[in-house]
């Protein structure tokens, strides 16, 4: 096989290959049923034409009969009157006529052995092209459901390219969040460890510095607590007893007002 025979079967394949992914079954049928549509067109516009013919014989054929039933009627009249020689004339053109006539009829019968041919054709094929339409709609039908069902189990499956993009969109997503994620806890990590600093406490110093600063809020803290404790024994001292340190013979006065004045004039 030559080089040039090797690059006219490549062309031709990437060719077939290119035309079979352009071809749509549907539009094929409908282009097909559109050329049959032109020819049953074609048909009754011919089967038209030959009864428009067969119509105009017959109007000449008539018009002959006509002529010829005058000419009968001429040599009846000539003969009454004793003119032989006219009715011959009018006999002579009589025969021409019937021979004309006789040619008509047979064009008329030819015609209407054509017509009734075409007429015949058209049926069958009118027949023919409405089965044909009835079967290209089954198969467009067909044609769809089949891709629908195929672009469905191609988007459940994942196979498809707009399905394809989208699982991977969210890929990336559920990545980029994790990385984030993973992000945030080492720096939370970092930042806990004193590894870094922490941004809202820059000003703070490091973490020598915040512990020193915790230690002396602690001193603060326990200093207080022990001059409030200081100035609470310095007013009991004083005089200032508590409600809570009543001694037992102020407990006892109070009872006895507390009792009624019976049981306080008996004893």
């Known amino acids: 096989m030559g080089l040039m025979q090797r690059i006219m079967m490549i062309f031709k394949a990437k060719a077939q290959k290119a035309v ?20 049953l067109q074609k048909v009754r516009k011919g089967v038209a034409d030959v009864a428009t013919s067969r119509k105009r ?3 000449q054929m008539t018009q002959l009969q006509q002529q010829a039933a005058k ?10 009157m ?45 027949a023919k092209v409405e089965s044909f339409r009835t079967r290209k709609e089954t198969i467009k039908a067909t044609y769809t459901a089949a891709q629908a069902q195929t672009r469905i189990n191609e988007a459940f499956s994942g196979i498809s390219e707009e399905m394809g993009d989208v699982g991977m969109a969210i890929q990336r997503a559920e990545d980029k969040t994790a990385q984030m994620q993973a992000r945030a806890g080492a720096i939370d990590e970092l930042i806990s460890s004193g590894a870094l600093d922490d941004a809202t406490s820059i000003n703070r110093g490091d973490d020598i ?3 020193l600063e915790s230690m002396s809020s602690q001193s603060d803290v326990d200093r207080e607590l022990a001059e409030l404790k200081a100035r609470t024994g310095g007013a009991l001292t004083a005089g200032d007893q508590p409600q809570g340190s009543i001694e037992a013979g102020d407990v006892a006065s109070t009872e006895l007002l507390a009792r009624p004045e019976s049981e306080v004039e008996e004893r």
């Open 20 to 39: 079979d992914r352009a071809e749509d079954p549907r539009e094929t049928l409908d282009y097909s049923y559109q050329k049959q549509l032109e020819l």
């Open 57 to 59: 014989i017959e109007l």
């Open 71 to 80: 000419l009968t009627e001429q040599a009846q009249k000539a003969l009454s």
């Open 82 to 126: 004793g003119r032989e020689d006219l009715a011959r004339e009018a006999l002579t053109r009589k025969s021409a006529l019937t021979g004309q006539i006789s040619d008509l009829e047979a064009q008329h019968a030819q015609l209407q052995g054509e017509e009734e041919k075409l007429t015949l054709a058209s049926q069958r094929l009118q």
């Open 209 to 211: 510095a915040r512990e």
